[in-house]
């Protein structure tokens, strides 16, 4: 038999892990042979939690703590836990928690911007008049936040049997520059509480590529420490990167979205919470 995972989800009882557990609990995420040990957790007065080896979690920190409620003390664990921040602002939470956990490598934190990158995948697919499955290899840069860049000078999409680049199918530089970005920021901004179907079968998709792979010749997005990237963003932010692609050439409209977004995480660090903490 495999070895156990154990698997934490906090704020278990909220709408998200409610659409996700069950995912997690039949096999669809770790595979059918994986045994799971599956929590979930609730916030109370204080976070102190010890966790064995091999722990996945995904520290929600979805909703406001209520009045009276702080969040204090240390997550302990050893080397092997992965935790996948979802609660916004993730890239903030992300490198928040982080800080916290020093005993956890900070490359074992992300955060999500699988949804973003969904999204930007499915509006791809209805311009093109294809499926989403037929679209791969979009980019989600930076933070989550309206000034996140949906990239897609290195997405191809399969019509009539053959893989072609988005933009050459495309052809239509004026809507990729100017409506597909706003779109995105736009479904950003205005969903304060995402779909808890869409959300968990994001968190669904990050998980199982970090645990099974991609595809090859395939890369996904998702927010993680930038140190000693290779795309010129500063070190010690968590920002969305195709993950774990290196090297990709970038243009200068790509350049400049992607300044605008590290800038504002820059602007956005959590240090001043860990200074009072």
Same mark, same amino acid.
Request: glycine share 8%; proline share 5%.
């Given at each position: 038999?495999? !070895?156990?995972?154990?698997?934490?989800?906090?704020?278990?009882?909220?709408?998200?892990?409610?659409?996700?557990?069950?995912?997690?609990?039949?096999?669809?995420?770790?595979?059918?042979?994986? &045994?799971?040990?599956?929590?979930? =957790? @609730?916030?109370?007065?204080?976070?102190?939690?010890?966790? &064995? +080896?091999?722990?996945?979690?995904? &520290?929600?920190? =979805?909703?406001?703590?209520?009045?009276? @409620?702080?969040?204090?003390?240390?997550?302990?664990?050893?080397? $092997?836990?992965?935790?996948? %921040?979802?609660?916004?602002?993730?890239?903030? *939470?992300?490198?928040?928690?982080?800080?916290?956990?020093?005993?956890?490598?900070?490359?074992? /934190?992300?955060?999500?911007?699988?949804?973003?990158?969904?999204?930007?995948?499915?509006?791809?697919?209805?311009? $093109?008049? %294809?499926?989403?499955?037929?679209?791969? *290899? %979009?980019?989600? =840069?930076? *933070?989550?936040?309206?000034?996140?860049?949906?990239?897609? *000078?290195?997405?191809?999409?399969?019509?009539?049997?053959? !893989?072609?680049?988005?933009?050459?199918?495309?052809?239509?530089?004026? =809507?990729?520059?100017? !409506?597909?970005?706003?779109?995105?920021?736009?479904?950003?901004?205005?969903?304060? %509480?995402?779909?808890?179907? +869409?959300?968990?079968?994001?968190?669904?998709?990050?998980?199982?590529?970090?645990?099974?792979?991609?595809?090859?010749?395939?890369?996904?997005?998702?927010?993680?420490?930038?140190?000693?990237? +290779?795309?010129?963003?500063?070190?010690?932010?968590?920002?969305?990167?195709?993950?774990?692609?290196?090297?990709? &050439?970038?243009?200068? /409209?790509?350049?400049?979205? @992607?300044?605008?977004?590290?800038?504002?995480? !820059?602007?956005?660090?959590?240090?001043? /919470?860990?200074?009072?903490?």
């Amino acid at each position: 038999m495999s !070895e156990p995972i154990q698997v934490l989800v906090t704020r278990g009882a909220g709408p998200i892990a409610y659409s996700l557990l069950h995912s997690i609990g039949n096999g669809s995420v770790f595979g059918k042979g994986r &045994p799971i040990i599956l929590g979930g =957790w @609730m916030a109370s007065q204080q976070i102190k939690k010890k966790l &064995p +080896s091999k722990t996945w979690m995904w &520290p929600f920190l =979805w909703a406001p703590c209520q009045e009276g @409620m702080a969040w204090s003390g240390k997550i302990y664990s050893k080397s $092997l836990v992965k935790a996948l %921040v979802v609660g916004n602002p993730a890239n903030t *939470n992300c490198l928040t928690i982080s800080k916290s956990a020093p005993s956890i490598p900070k490359e074992n /934190f992300s955060c999500l911007t699988r949804l973003d990158h969904n999204q930007a995948k499915a509006q791809t697919a209805l311009k $093109l008049g %294809v499926t989403s499955e037929d679209v791969k *290899n %979009v980019i989600i =840069w930076g *933070n989550h936040s309206s000034t996140q860049y949906p990239d897609v *000078n290195h997405a191809k999409v399969k019509l009539q049997g053959k !893989e072609v680049g988005v933009y050459e199918a495309l052809k239509d530089d004026s =809507w990729l520059k100017g !409506e597909f970005i706003r779109h995105d920021a736009a479904i950003t901004k205005a969903q304060k %509480v995402p779909s808890t179907t +869409s959300a968990a079968r994001a968190i669904w998709d990050h998980v199982r590529h970090i645990w099974f792979g991609t595809p090859e010749g395939e890369f996904v997005s998702m927010g993680i420490i930038s140190d000693g990237n +290779s795309y010129g963003i500063p070190d010690d932010l968590l920002y969305s990167f195709p993950k774990v692609i290196e090297g990709l &050439p970038i243009n200068d /409209f790509s350049c400049e979205k @992607m300044d605008l977004t590290t800038k504002e995480e !820059e602007k956005e660090t959590a240090f001043e /919470f860990l200074a009072s903490a």
